[in-house]
């Protein structure tokens, strides 16, 4: 089975750094893009950007170039998304997503929610 | 980039057949047949519906089908259940630059 499982949900301060991941298992990990998705609370579907694990090649939507930063480690099977210094604002849901042979999601991950508050 | 536009909410009653529409442009639906459709259920991760415009997933409904007209694509549900009863996004490729675009969402209720 084709699965993507997320790191447990976060709580900071605003001004600290984070790091959440997401592991795949059941299929070759390095021959298909993984995308980061936020949700905020309340709101719809924005897609960050996507990593191919194979060659890490990365590609940011424009609405999140150097707010975030994604990554990958092949060797464990697991993509990130980072933050340097998180804002209140940065206060969501955030799904990852295999990318399919064909331009779509699935499956996705379950989810991290991380909480931003002073 | 802007968010597809789709309607903020549509209803149906049981057994009916409800559309969601999902508006672009041509730099994104109107240019490439590559729109898919999620539902997402309360506090739950989206799931695939259709992608490619048309295409079901192995074990998605056949309620549920998909179209393109334009620089609109839709999500059509037949035969609307209680179940149906959830957000819907699309989502289209949008070229080399941008890439991906989600649509506003939809939600869904079941009379």
């Known amino acids: 089975e084709v699965q993507l499982v997320q790191s447990g949900a976060e709580v900071k301060k605003p001004g600290e750094s984070l790091k959440i991941s997401c592991k795949g298992s059941?299929?070759?990990?390095?021959?298909?893009?993984i995308a980061w998705v936020r949700q905020m609370p309340g709101k719809g579907l924005e897609w960050m950007g996507l990593?191919?694990?194979?060659?890490?090649?990365?590609r940011y939507s424009p609405s999140f170039q150097g707010q975030v930063t994604i990554s990958a480690d092949k060797s464990i099977n697991t993509a990130y998304l980072q933050w340097s210094s998180l804002q209140a604002s940065d206060t969501a849901m955030y799904f990852c997503?295999?990318?399919?042979?064909?331009?779509?999601?699935?499956?996705w991950g379950q989810g991290t929610l991380v909480t931003v508050s002073s | 980039q802007s968010a597809l536009t789709q309607p903020a909410s549509v209803s149906g009653s049981p057994g009916q057949s409800i559309t969601i529409s999902c508006t672009g442009t041509?730099?994104?639906?109107?240019?490439?047949?590559?729109v898919s459709w999620y539902q997402q259920h309360p506090g739950k991760a989206p799931k695939l519906l259709i992608y490619?415009?048309?295409n079901r997933p192995s074990g998605i409904s056949n309620r549920f089908s998909g179209s393109k007209s334009g620089n609109t694509a839709s999500l059509t549900i037949s035969g609307l259940q209680a179940e149906d009863e959830a957000d819907y996004y699309c989502?289209?490729?949008?070229?080399?630059?941008?890439?991906?675009?989600f649509g506003t969402g939809t939600k869904v209720t079941v009379l």
């Open positions: 997503a295999r990318r399919g042979d064909s331009r779509l999601f699935d499956p």
């Open positions: 059941g299929y070759s990990f390095t021959n298909y893009w």
């Open positions: 990593i191919y694990p194979g060659t890490s090649d990365i």
């Open positions: 041509s730099s994104d639906v109107g240019g490439y047949n590559y």
């Open positions: 490619d415009v048309s």
């Open positions: 989502n289209s490729y949008a070229g080399s630059s941008t890439l991906y675009v």
